[in-house]
């Protein structure tokens, strides 16, 4: 400041290079910032609170969550998530969603199309897997190619098959949509839009797509209360039964739970359960080994009967498919698991009775969760 008046104290006594004087002091003064009242000074930062933690709560005898401790839930974080996850702009052409191929109606799968088309009206090769209790999950898609769920939610904006856009363009979409301002300093502390904040937003809502309120739960918890059906029972015993060959004599199992078991109904790990002869690669592409030829993700089956179509291909339209081939069709491929080999040996198939199959399949539908499918929570935002 003592350097200004200097300078403007030199030059008073003789008006007419005053003005050149001026002229150098004023750009002097802009050029350094040294004017504490700048009127082009930009705006300061909005300041957010720290966003409030989101309260994770488990079901009745599921395993303890497996949460990402760099990366904690916040009420703000999972909000912001869910406009992601419906947010056609994260797609090349603004058509395409996460939310257009994994619908909650349909517990976050596909409608029944089999295979998924994405942007560019292309088909994919594998059925749309339906979303929830992916806390348990430790990789992600058919095949298993993902490990973690922070890196699977990038890679469908990026898919040429599916909404085919640059992580550029995307975070470049999002920055210039006003809503996310807000958004992304509730969730982040600041404004500033990049695909890592992307990716934990998503991870953050997936996380909280927990589905364990289905009728087989209540009945769980309280047998009296809730009873299942005779049929309904029957299926459950049959579907938690272990094969026998009918030469030992014992009870008919259809041996399901080996592979879709525990409360959470799913095993995380990969089997081929005898679709091909010569089967597509499947969990060979994580591990290079001809041995993991053929073997695939054994999902969830709860909700499995809004999931149709099934398999990785989407093959079956049905339940009814789905029983007839482990009944009757089982293929003698070189990895099928040996749970199955014994049966395959035996008998062709597990030789289910129409009884049978129809008791699995009643059984089956206790799993499906309508507070899932009704959660305002997991419904589009209204913006
Ligand atoms: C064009 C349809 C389509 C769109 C759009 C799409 N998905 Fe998917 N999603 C699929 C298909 C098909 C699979 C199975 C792919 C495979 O296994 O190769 C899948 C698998 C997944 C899985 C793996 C689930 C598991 O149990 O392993 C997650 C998670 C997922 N998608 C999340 C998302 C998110 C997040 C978005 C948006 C950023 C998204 N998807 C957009 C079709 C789509
Ligand atoms: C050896 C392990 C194993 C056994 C035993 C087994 N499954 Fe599966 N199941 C799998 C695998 C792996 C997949 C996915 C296969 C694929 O898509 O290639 C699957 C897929 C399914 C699907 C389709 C899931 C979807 O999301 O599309 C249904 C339904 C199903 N199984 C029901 C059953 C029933 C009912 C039984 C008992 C009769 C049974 N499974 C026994 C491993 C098994």
């Given at each position: 400041m003592s350097f200004h008046r200097l300078v403007l104290?030199?030059?008073?006594?003789?008006?007419?290079?005053?003005?050149?004087?001026?002229?150098?002091?004023?750009?002097?003064?802009?050029?350094?910032?040294?004017?504490?009242?700048?009127?082009?000074?930009?705006?300061v930062p909005k300041e957010y609170p720290e966003?409030?933690?989101?309260?994770?709560?488990?079901?009745?005898?599921?395993p303890p969550p497996i949460l990402p401790a760099n990366n904690p839930l916040s009420l703000q974080g999972?909000?912001?998530?869910?406009?992601?996850?419906?947010?056609?702009?994260?797609?090349?052409?603004?058509?395409?969603?996460?939310?257009?191929?994994?619908?909650?109606?349909?517990a976050f799968s596909d409608?029944?199309?089999?295979?998924?088309?994405?942007?560019?009206?292309?088909?994919?090769?594998?059925?749309?897997?339906?979303l929830f209790n992916l806390t348990w999950h430790t990789r992600f898609f058919w095949d298993g190619r993902t490990p973690s769920l922070r890196e699977q939610v990038l890679l469908?904006?990026?898919d040429p098959i599916e909404m085919h856009q640059s992580l550029p363009d995307a975070v470049r979409k999002i920055s210039e949509t006003p809503k996310y301002k807000a958004l992304f300093g509730a969730a982040f502390r600041s404004e500033e839009v990049t695909s890592d904040r992307i990716a934990r937003a998503l991870e953050q809502f997936l996380l909280t797509v927990v589905s364990g309120d289905s009728r087989f739960d209540r009945f769980r918890q309280n047998p009296v209360a809730h009873p299942l059906s005779a049929s309904e029972q029957r299926g459950l015993d049959l579907f938690m039964r272990e094969y026998s060959a009918p030469s030992t004599g014992r009870p008919r199992g259809a041996d399901c739970f080996h592979c879709h078991g525990g409360h959470l109904f799913r095993a995380d790990a990969f089997f081929d359960?005898?679709?091909?002869?010569?089967?597509?690669?499947?969990?060979?592409?994580?591990?290079?080994?001809?041995?993991?030829?053929?073997?695939?993700?054994?999902?969830?089956?709860?909700?499995?009967?809004?999931?149709?179509?099934?398999?990785?291909?989407?093959?079956?339209?049905?339940?009814?498919?789905?029983?007839?081939?482990?009944?009757?069709?089982?293929?003698n491929s070189p990895n099928l698991d040996p749970n199955l080999r014994i049966v395959y040996q035996s008998?062709?198939?597990?030789?289910?009775?129409?009884?049978?199959?129809?008791?699995?399949?009643?059984?089956?539908?206790?799993?499906?969760?309508?507070?899932?499918?009704?959660?305002?929570?997991?419904?589009?935002?209204?913006?």
């Open positions: 104290n030199q030059v008073s006594s003789n008006s007419e290079p005053i003005k050149v004087w001026m002229r150098i002091v004023f750009s002097f003064i802009l050029a350094t910032g040294a004017w504490s009242c700048q009127p082009d000074k930009p705006p966003p409030t933690p989101f309260t994770w709560v488990n079901r009745p005898f599921f999972v909000e912001l998530g869910r406009h992601l996850f419906y947010e056609k702009k994260l797609s090349g052409d603004n058509t395409q969603s996460c939310g257009s191929c994994h619908r909650l109606n349909y409608s029944l199309l089999r295979y998924s088309k994405g942007i560019d009206g292309i088909e994919g090769n594998r059925n749309s897997m339906a469908p904006i990026q359960n005898g679709l091909d002869e010569q089967p597509a690669s499947g969990f060979e592409v994580v591990t290079g080994l001809a041995s993991d030829r053929g073997k695939f993700k054994a999902t969830s089956l709860r909700n499995i009967a809004l999931t149709a179509p099934y398999m990785h291909d989407g093959r079956f339209s049905t339940l009814e498919e789905v029983l007839d081939h482990y009944s009757n069709h089982l293929k008998e062709g198939g597990l030789n289910l009775s129409n009884q049978d199959k129809q008791d699995i399949i009643n059984f089956l539908h206790t799993l499906t969760d309508s507070s899932l499918i009704n959660n305002p929570a997991f419904q589009p935002p209204l913006d």
